[in-house]
């Protein structure tokens, strides 16, 4: 059984906004009984263009998102943004997911799902339209958002890596 991404919109000292993806409960059956641990799915950014994901583990719920939020603090990379979207179309994959992400004019808000959407808004993304494929699974849906954006180029990035001036 898991429970439903809450968020903590209040910002930290440093300035930083979490959000708790999702909260996994498992089971262990001893001779005593049952013994519970708990697993929280963690995304932190600052809003501007850095984001970091961590998943923590504990025997209770808040040392389990604590641990999430300290590891996604220390995971976070920055993301190269175009305005308030993506400078280009990008496709992120881990496991069996797939996460399409489209720049999209601005207005148009983040269109995704609560998974996907996490990420984008913690990274400073206010408009993109997003399609996932594939497995529907919170962990994979974040980590294949992460590395789509970690795959982002500007265009200074190509003209550097190309050795060219483009046109346009």
């Known amino acids: ?3 439903g991404r809450q968020r903590r919109d209040e910002p930290n000292e440093s300035g930083i906004d979490e959000i708790v993806v999702r909260i996994y409960r498992c089971v262990t059956v001893v001779r005593g009984g049952r013994r519970f641990s708990f697993s929280a799915l963690v995304v932190t ?3 501007k263009g850095k984001v970091g ?3 923590g583990k504990s025997p209770e719920v808040p ?4 641990k999430g939020k ?6 976070m990379v920055p993301i190269r943004l175009s305005g308030s979207t993506i400078p280009h179309r ?3 994959r881990a ?3 797939t996460v399409v992400m489209v720049p999209a004019s601005p207005g148009t808000g983040v269109i995704a799902g609560a998974s996907v959407r996490a990420v984008l808004e913690l990274a400073g993304v206010h408009d993109v339209l997003t399609k996932s494929y594939g497995s529907n699974s919170p962990k994979n849906l974040v980590r294949a958002a992460m590395n789509g954006l970690k795959s982002l180029l500007t265009r200074e990035d190509v003209e ?3 050795g060219v001036k483009l046109a346009g």
């Open 1 to 3: 059984m898991a429970m």
């Open 45 to 47: 950014g600052d809003r």
């Open 53 to 55: 994901i961590g998943y």
């Open 63 to 66: 040392t389990a998102v604590d």
């Open 70 to 75: 300290s590891l996604a603090q220390r995971n």
């Open 90 to 92: 990008v496709i992120g």
């Open 95 to 97: 496991g069996a997911s």
């Open 160 to 162: 550097r890596l190309r």
